[in-house]
């Protein structure tokens, strides 16, 4: 499958623009801006040191998951179980689908709204409790479940060959993103580390965020687009 447009230039972007930084903090240092030069040994020495270390502080695991999920409640094929021509071995495993999903959050429930739930923090509060650091794994993992129990139950996913498939269908052809997003995580801890941005910078923060996910949002839409035309047709 062919990616988009944004995620093949992204990248050449990226680099322009890891190159216009290490040229703005060489300037800076020579002005005295306050800026650390990468150019310099001690910036050399660093970028050496730090490059796979910077490569990792991508959220790549976040969004591996965050993509298998999609890929099984995709791949199941539990949204045409809503429509009216669903047949009577949908309905069944829709509805065992969702009992599923019900149960899967009385037990969540139970672990945070109960006295001296296990998933509070220790003051008894959803602030920095393992409930709200992990929540993006809970949503996943159940959304992960979900698309399963339907897969199966529907006959969609006849073996252990289709569940599989069914989990990575959408990683291979988003795997020209993460180019991207290693790139995107080069520039955003080369930018700390020169003082050009504040570590701290709730808007830096953010739109980092933004360069990581604008590949991945690109390209499935891009899948979409491309499966509708091929219904179409």
């Known amino acids: 499958m062919k990616n988009s447009r944004i995620v093949n230039w992204m990248p050449i972007g990226l680099l322009c623009l890891i190159l216009l930084h290490a040229v703005v903090s060489w300037i800076g240092d020579i002005y ?35 993509l298998i999920a999609i890929s099984v409640l995709t791949e199941s094929g539990i949204f045409g179980a809503f429509s009216k021509k669903a047949s009577l071995k949908q309905g069944r495993a829709l509805s065992l689908a969702m009992l599923v999903l ?18 509070l923090s220790p003051f008894g509060t959803l602030t920095d409790s393992p409930f709200s650091q992990g929540l993006l794994g809970i949503i996943c993992t159940t959304v992960i479940v979900v698309g399963n129990v339907y897969g199966l139950s529907s006959g969609r996913f006849f073996n252990l060959t289709d569940t599989i498939k069914a989990h990575v269908s959408l990683l291979i052809p988003c795997l020209p993103c993460f180019l991207s997003m290693m790139l995107t995580a080069i520039l955003k801890e080369s930018m700390i580390y020169s003082n050009v941005i504040p570590m701290q910078s709730t808007l830096f923060s953010v739109l980092s965020w933004c360069l990581y996910l604008i590949p991945f949002a690109a390209q499935l839409l891009h899948i979409i687009k491309s499966k509708n035309k091929n219904i179409i047709s």
């Open 32 to 66: 005295g801006w306050g800026l650390n030069n990468l150019f310099s040994q001690a910036g050399i020495r660093w970028t050496v040191t730090y490059f796979m270390f910077n490569i990792s502080c991508a959220p790549f695991a976040e969004v591996m998951a965050s």
């Open 102 to 119: 019900a149960i899967i959050l009385v037990v969540f429930a139970c672990m945070v709204l109960l006295p001296n739930a296990v998933l």
